[in-house]
């Protein structure tokens, strides 16, 4: 992947993870489909994709910075 892509990827993985973290987006969604069950779980799998995207968005930063400096 190149960085830039690397970098839309971590922006909007980080972007879309955080909107379904702290807000109840999936809570309703789940609710309407009937998949309520679900939402004890969501802790679980959205706070660690969050910290991944943010890592992601991180290293393409830090990549960034180091190619700009060569």
Known sequence: MTNPTLLKVGIIGS???????????????LGALGLSALV??????????????????????WKRKTMQSN
């Open 40 to 61: 004890g779980v969501l802790d679980y799998v959205l706070l660690p994709v969050l910290v991944i995207f943010i890592a992601i968005t991180g290293y393409a930063l």
């Open 15 to 29: 972007v879309v993870a955080a909107v379904c973290c702290f807000t109840p987006v999936l809570v309703v969604l």
